[in-house]
C-alpha cells in the first residue's frame, strides 16, 4: 500500500495506529544510532554505506529492532535513495525515548 506524504509540524506523529517519523539519514557511520531531532526530522545514523538504497534497507532493519517490528511493518514513503526520508510503522511494540517524549508533548499542547 502506498501512502501520501504527510506534513508535519514534528518529526513523528501518528496516523491511527501507525507511527509517521520523518528521518535526517547519515549513512557510512561510525555506529547505529538515533539521534536527536534536527528541525522537523530525527537524525538516524547506520553504518552502512549509501549505494543503491542499501542503507535504507539497513536502516529498515535497524528501525524494526528498535520498535520491535518486522521489517514488513516499516514502508518508506520516499526518500529510499536519498537522506531525507519518511516511513510509516505499522503499530510499533516499543517507543524509543526520543520519540515517546515528543509524543508525549505533543499530546500537552492540543
Known sequence: MTHKRLAMSSFCTW????????????PSAKQDAMGKAKGNQLKISVTAS???GRATDYMVRF??????????????????????????????KKLPSVISKQLSHEVKNT
Open 15 to 26: 496516523d491511527n495506529d501507525t507511527l509517521v517519523l520523518n528521518i535526517l539519514g547519515k
Open 50 to 52: 549509501p549505494v543503491a
Open 63 to 92: 528501525l524494526a529492532k528498535e520498535f520491535g517490528v518486522t521489517i514488513n511493518d516499516i514502508e518508506v514513503v520516499f526518500g529510499r535513495f536519498n537522506v531525507n526520508k519518511q516511513v510509516r510503522i505499522t503499530s510499533p
